[in-house]
């Protein structure tokens, strides 16, 4: 299960920095997964994106268009009035949770990491600090390689090991059906 987010920096007239929502649905009101994110960051700048789901039933959906739409919430004019576009960008993001988890995180010659692994919490909205951790854990897995030259396949099943033993693979595992939830429930924002 993949998804798109798409955001815009703007320079605005007023500081929020340090405030974050987020906001599920609307402008999404056919049923797709997904919503809405506004970050203050400092100097006056603000993050405002989507991430929408695509296993949407709309084949046309514009992720892009959504975020216009989004944006003409009189809540978000009311920050942005003013403001200037500094600039976009969209990504990526894997939504499958822990039943998407691959059955070897790691090869002889390949260690996959963050998104590439698919650790990223849904629920929690938590996907840095997974990806982060994963760095750690593989950086400490192949130092210990390094250190008895021993780079075989069997030098890197630690990794995996210790993932699951981590919180990255803990609580991708407690809310493994957080995502299903709205596949199996379609009402839930269809309504």
Known sequence: IWSVGVKEVWQC????????????????????????????????KLTIGMVISLDSEDPNMNPQKKLQDYKMHPWIQEMIK???????????????????????????????LGDALGVLD??????????MECGYVAAEVLFNALEKENYGEEALADYQARLEDSFVIKELYKNRYFRHAFIENPKLLGE
């Open 13 to 44: 007239d007023s500081d929020y920095s340090g405030k974050v929502w987020h906001t599920l649905g609307w402008p999404l009101l056919d049923g797709t997964f997904g919503g809405g994110f506004v970050y203050g960051m400092k100097d006056n």
């Open 82 to 112: 003013g403001g200037k576009l500094l600039k976009y960008g969209a990504a990526l993001l894997p939504e499958g949770g822990y039943y998407s988890l691959p059955r070897k995180f790691a090869v002889q010659g390949a260690i996959l």
């Open 122 to 131: 849904v629920k929690n909205l938590a996907g840095i600090d997974r990806a």
